[in-house]
Every structure is written in C-alpha cells, then in structure tokens.
C-alpha cells in the first residue's frame, strides 16, 4: 500500500534571485530554532517561533524524495537554519544523509544553512553532490561575546568552532559562507565588531560573508527579548524601549557607518558580499546582476 503525501515538504521560492540562488526551499522539521524566542534576522525566512519540540516532519524523507523527484531544471534546493538541520536534539540522525542521497540521485543542487559541525560527519556524501551540483554552505555567525550567545542559545558551538567549521567545509571545496547574524543594536554593532568579524571571516578562507544589521521581533519576540535583556543587561532595556518603542524590525543605529565599513573591509579582504556575486559563486553561468543589499 502506497503512502499518501498529507503535507508538503518543498515550496517554491518565489525571488531565487534574491536569496542565495535557492529556487525551491524544503521545510523538514516541526519545531524552532531556539532564538527564534526572542528575534530573527531580517534575511531570515521563516521569524515565527514555534515552541513545539524539534522533530523531523512524519515520513519527511520519503515526502522529500518524492516531491523532488517531478522538479524540472535542476533547482537548487534550500534548507535554513529554522530550525538548524544539524541541532543536537534534532532526533533523527539519519535523515540528513537520506535527503543528500535524494539530491545526489536526482543530480540537484543545495544551499543548507547550519551552525552545527555534526555536518562534518557527512562530507562524503557532500563531496559526491558538490561534484555534481551546485553545493552551498553558510554558517550563520554573529560578533556577540561567547556568554551572551549562551544565555539565547544554549546548546550553540562557541563562536571559535564555528570559523573552524567554515575552515574545514572550503579545505574541502566546498564553497561556504558566513552569514552576519545576529547583529544586536548596542551589542555587537560597532566598526570594530564589522572589522574583527571581516578579519576571521578571511582566515577561516571564507568563500562569502552576507550581511545583516539588525534583527527583526514580532510582539511575543519583543517581550521575551526585553525579559532576557532586563536580566542579563538591564541597562539597555530602557534603551531599546525608547530607541525602538513597539517597531518590528530593530536595525542599528550607526548602520551607515557599518556598511561604510563593511564594504571596504571585505574589498581588502577579497571576499564577496553581494548577494548577487554569492549567487554566481554557486551558479557559475548565472546572469544575475550585482545587488549589494
């Protein structure tokens, strides 16, 4: 008896031009990534926090395999970090190298955005797709000190892994990129911030850095923000009340002067930052004009 498909798992994304190449993303888990509490990035795709516990979506693999298997044009398919497919309570530790699999069968392309190193333990299978398809991994990293990270993610690699991570994934060549985030206004938004964070990007031979400056809350994001904040920093909560007051979306203060910044320090680095030249860094033919931001 054949299974019956009850939910989707891949949905088209409607601009792949704007967002790293992706032309259809897949949804594969129930659940949030646990910051998603208290904000989001405003290049994120998904903000909504949903507090149900982290598992892999009912028959998920075979859904993927099977929905994937009538796209024409082998697309690029996306899987962000809402919430990260490597997250150590994620249960099924299996189901990464099923969807790899699929792709590899089905000769399509990835972009897959996590935090996790746990990913190093697939390289083969990522180095079979890469040398097929279209391959792209970003790491999502911000500049906040290692115990503030803590207190909003808790079961997150220090921030030093995560540059290793990015160091181990291109020793391979595999094309792997950091995406700024979170950049929490009167936190880590500061030339100096841009700089550090610009300067370990080139060690760890970053392929790409996207950025961001700022993060975006909803109104139950908002209030648990503020809580965290009113504990750990209660001298910035009246800060942000009369900076932002009730605005979704928070961006810094001295953004200008941070994407002067930005700029000039990637130019010296070499390492792109444009959305349109990360495309092109995976779809080598692509047309896509440059767009910085």
Known sequence: MSKINTHKIIFPNVNPNRYFGIDFFASLFRGSHPTRKYYSSPSDIDHQYQPEPITP????AFLFHQEIS???????????QNPDPYASYSQDRTLMRDIYHSLIQHQMGLYIETASDEIIKDMDLLIKLKNQAPLMVAVPIGTIHDILLQKLEPDSEPLANQWKLIAKLRQEGIITGAIMKPMIPFINDTEADVKRYVDQAKAANCSFIYPTFGIHLDHEQRESFLDLIGKELPGLKNIYMDTYGLKNVWTSQSQKILKKAFVIDCKKAKIPFGMGEIIRLVRKSSSVQLKLF
């Open 57 to 60: 979506k009912e028959d998920v």
């Open 70 to 80: 009538v796209l024409k044009s082998n697309p690029i398919i996306g899987v962000t």
